[in-house]
């Protein structure tokens, strides 16, 4: 069997083209013209599968350069191994004109798994068209061809040629050649399963072909196209809460998977189609509320207990135990919040009870044993992690002494039966086991009813966690993650989170990012991804650090001296890149506590001109010196230090000290307000080509390293979370991978814009009004008066009074413009979905925000204030949910 390939694609000086058949054979292409690529091989599949797959690529100096890396590769079905040649044509594909057709998210892994044999015709000579086409969700979809000639159906006179889908998704038919004109067009249509009927037609301008003249025993293959039926939906609304949110009737106080289960069959009832959670994974470090902020987790595999679903379990045969612990649940449950603590020591005190009652059924069943060894990879280090970290009282593992190093065999021995370890690492499997079936039936749930189940990704990992204590080469802990200043936060953030070292990840092609990505799609039909720009570079601040504003950019271009000066800005070293202080300073910023810090904290170095304190000379020094103290006039003081070690115009590169970064957002200190008017121009001309302009082409190529691997290692659908100082080349990459962007009428794209402008909002984006890191619209509302009246005003278009609290038909008239969007998801907070039922509604505003990202100690425990069968019993607002979904055409 031969193979011939054909392809055009136009390449630079040096540059060839190969096909890589089935992730193991090459074949070489050549060409006269740099345009024009063909190429051949005599092909013999080892396997009976018919089916070829094979990519693209790019080489140059015998170095693979490019290659296509879309969810989909080429497929060619076989018909005949022995003396057929398959002529192939063939345009290169990334993605799929609309790759998310093609999600788990729209067409569901579960739905079409048929794999049909593709038909030989009887004739030496074949036409094999190929079409890709998903299923949406319709498991009876059936694929035809009609078109301007008899063996076509003559545009559906007679009967069309049924297709084939010779995998999901993608469909092919083998033609006699002999009985088609030279050339014809077509359109594909889809076909009733029952008789063959057209139902419905492609929405596509008439398609053609003009084959080449084949010989005996030849085969011309189409190139793939893509096929579109007007009657596919993709636009849908959602409503995104945090699982721990969730409140039914008999919840631990805290919501569960159980819970997200009922909170997915009242999402399908009101006709919403996705339902979007925070991350969910293991946080416990402390055993306190501190423990509460989600987005810092111990695994990046394991789920947090806390959710698991105490009813799904066997009744505690301890009558006593029963009922004290059913007691707890009342009281835990009644509570307006959660009790991160208390509800975290009772669940576990049951789990407890649970396990040793159950233990030897559960370790010795069929699918326990089958979870145990599909996860053992992460499952036993995780057990062994968290035997560790209650045996020595801290989740850092630099304490945990002999095994303050992670040895494969460590865990492998304390989840041994002869271990004294072992019911303690068994006990955290069990609970993990439970958890996995939990959340894999309720996002299952949501299969069977048509609701996308979204999860999140964090961007960091804890610098005390299973990942950083088993794979501590993946990170850089000598540094710390975080945000740039932003409106919301203007001393930026710092998440206190060790950076990646993508250089050791790229070396197996970020097999860690793949895994985790992974492990998400057993549950997940689609994902976030938290601080997209992450991937692009990431704000990496120094360890000595509270603040974010001496961070820097990495991988960044830092800037030489001499770079520097050729902005017409002489460097002074002393002056720019240490903290100025002086008695102008110090009054303005301590006013009668200024003697107190020349004192105690600064020396005095010359004139008027001072220098922190050795002991003194970092954030951190002085966020230790303050230690304890909670009164405002320590907090202050201890802000206003830091104030002073932030006061530079220049950051050393953390890699080579002779190259700078102009410090984030310097133009608000008083190191700025030191430079003469024209240093000042000077400085801001190299500011704005630093942070806006310099890294454009290199941040692109940073993300293309990694993103197109990440976001192609499963089928969910991809949405980032893209919000902040956001650099040009961010909209490119995700424009090229199809990654949805995330639109906060808040927060707009443009900056000449004070808000967005939800009706010119791109399809392919996920539209909110609020996140879980802003208030809700009803408390946005309220904080700030002059703003709610520009909205009000001349965004919305209304006129008359200025509500001084948000009416429900505002809420409502909020709602209904951002379903009308054109974004393709609308998903909105539950808080924001309840505020137009003035009813219905929390009284407490306040109560309804769940996290302040300014705040790094927030307790993150907000909760419904509703129960889920209190929800789904009123039809009024229901009714109202549903009506507006679909009248908006969601």
């Known amino acids: 069997m031969t193979i011939i390939f054909r392809i055009q694609y136009h390449t630079n000086w040096g540059e060839n083209l190969r096909v890589l058949i089935d992730e193991k054979t090459t074949v070489e292409l050549t060409t006269v013209d740099g345009y024009c690529w063909q190429g051949q091989t005599d092909y013999l599949p080892d396997t009976p599968v018919p089916l070829v797959t094979y990519r693209y690529e790019v080489w140059q100096d015998n170095c693979r350069i490019r290659r296509e890396w879309g969810i989909l590769p080429h497929i060619l079905y076989i018909t005949d191994t022995q003396e057929r040649h398959y002529l192939v044509q063939d345009t290169w594909r990334d993605l799929p004109a609309a790759s998310y057709r093609f999600s788990s998210a729209f067409c569901g892994e579960n739905v079409s798994q048929r794999i049909e044999t593709l038909p030989t015709p009887g004739n030496d000579t074949a036409i094999v068209i190929r079409a890709l086409c998903p299923s949406n969700g319709k498991s009876t979809r059936i694929l035809g061809i009609t078109g301007n000639c008899k063996t076509l159906g003559n545009w559906g006179e007679t009967a069309p040629l049924r297709m084939h889908e010779v995998k999901p998704n993608e469909w092919q038919v083998a033609i006699d050649a002999t009985i088609l004109p030279p050339d014809f067009t077509y359109k594909y249509v889809t076909l009733s399963p029952g008789d063959g009927s057209i139902t419905e037609w492609e929405a596509h301008e008439n398609r053609s072909i003009t084959p080449p003249s084949l010989q005996p025993g030849e085969t011309y293959v189409t190139p793939e196209e893509e096929v579109f039926f007007a009657s596919e939906s993709y636009k849908i609304a959602g409503c995104a809460i945090p699982v721990f949110s969730l409140r039914s009737e008999g919840s631990y106080g805290v919501g569960d998977f159980g819970d997200l289960k009922s909170f997915i069959r009242w999402a399908a009832h009101t006709h919403q189609r996705a339902v979007q959670v925070l991350p969910i994974n293991d946080t416990t470090m402390t055993g306190t509320w501190t423990d509460s902020y989600p987005y810092s987790s111990i695994s990046i595999y394991a789920f947090h207990p806390m959710y698991v679903d105490l009813r799904q379990l066997p009744a505690l045969n301890d009558q006593a135990s029963a009922i004290t612990f059913e007691q707890k649940r009342n009281e835990l449950n009644a509570l307006p919040q959660v009790d991160y603590e208390a509800v975290n020591q009772w669940k576990r005190a049951y789990l407890k009870a649970i396990f040793q009652q159950e233990q030897d059924t559960v370790l010795n069943s069929n699918g326990f044993c089958e979870f145990y060894r599909e996860n053992a990879e992460w499952l036993r280090p995780y057990a062994a992690f968290c035997y560790l970290r209650d045996k020595f009282q801290t989740p850092d593992f630099h304490q945990w002494q002999d095994y303050s190093t992670y040895h494969p065999e460590t865990a492998e021995q304390l989840c041994t039966p002869d271990n004294e370890a072992y019911p303690e690492t068994m006990f ?463």
Not at 683 to 698: A, G, K, P, S
Not at 735 to 759: W, Y
Not at 864 to 875: A, F, P
């Open 428 to 890: 955290h499997c069990y609970v993990q086991y439970l958890l996995h079936v939990q959340l894999l039936d309720a996002c299952n749930y949501g299969r069977k009813l048509g609701v996308i189940v979204k999860g999140d990704i964090p961007i960091g990992i804890s610098r005390t966690s299973v990942e950083a204590w088993v794979e501590p080469y993946y990170f850089n802990m000598n540094g710390q993650a975080g945000a740039p200043p932003d409106a919301f936060s203007t001393k930026g953030q710092n998440w206190g989170m060790p950076t990646y070292n993508w250089k050791v990840m790229e070396k197996d092609n970020y097999q860690w990012w793949q895994r985790r990505f992974r492990k998400m799609a057993n549950y997940f039909t689609a994902y976030r991804i938290d601080h997209i720009l992450g991937f692009f570079r990431i704000w990496e601040i120094p360890i000595h650090s509270v603040h974010g504003l001496l961070g820097q950019f990495v991988p960044s271009l830092p800037m030489s001296v001499e770079e520097i000066e050729s902005y017409g800005l002489h460097f002074q070293k002393d002056f720019m890149t240490r903290p100025f202080i002086n008695d102008h300073m110090l009054d303005e910023m301590f006013g009668t506590r200024s003697q107190e810090v020349r004192d105690t904290f600064v020396r005095h170095e010359h004139h008027d001109i001072y220098s922190m304190r050795p002991e003194f000379d970092t954030q951190r020094k002085i966020e230790a010196y303050f230690a304890g103290r909670t009164d405002t006039e320590s907090i202050n003081l201890k802000e206003g230090l830091y104030a002073l070690v932030s006061n530079v115009l220049f950051i050393p590169d953390r890699d080579n000290s002779t190259m700078y970064h102009p410090r984030i957002a310097v133009q608000n200190d008083y190191i700025y307000r030191q430079l003469t008017g024209q240093e000042q121009d000077a400085f801001n001309r190299l500011y704005n080509d630093y942070y806006y302009r310099r890294h454009n082409e290199f941040w692109y190529h940073e993300a293309m390293k990694k993103l197109p691997i990440l976001t192609q290692a499963t089928s969910m659908l991809v949405c980032g979370e893209d919000l902040g100082m956001v650099p040009d080349c961010v909209p490119w990459v995700m424009e090229q991978l199809q990654i949805l962007s995330l639109e906060i009428q808040r927060m707009p794209k443009n900056p000449q814009d004070e808000f967005g402008h939800v009706h010119s909002y791109p399809f392919r984006s996920v539209c909110t009004i609020g996140t879980h890191d802003m208030s809700t619209f009803r408390g946005w509302w309220e904080e700030d008066r002059n703003v709610a009246a520009r909205f009000f005003y001349h965004e919305l278009g209304h006129w008359g009074d200025l509500p001084e609290h948000a009416p429900g038909w505002l809420c409502e008239d909020v709602v209904r413009r951002h379903l009308y969007s054109p974004s393709m998801l609308c998903i909105l907070t539950w808080q924001d979905w309840l505020a137009m039922d003035e009813q219905l509604r929390n009284p407490d505003v306040t109560i309804e925000r769940i996290n302040v990202p300014a705040n790094p100690k927030h307790y993150w425990r907000w909760r419904m204030h509703l129960t889920l069968e209190n929800l789904i019993k009123q039809d009024a607002f229901n009714d109202k949910v549903r009506r507006m979904i679909d009248e908006s055409g969601r």
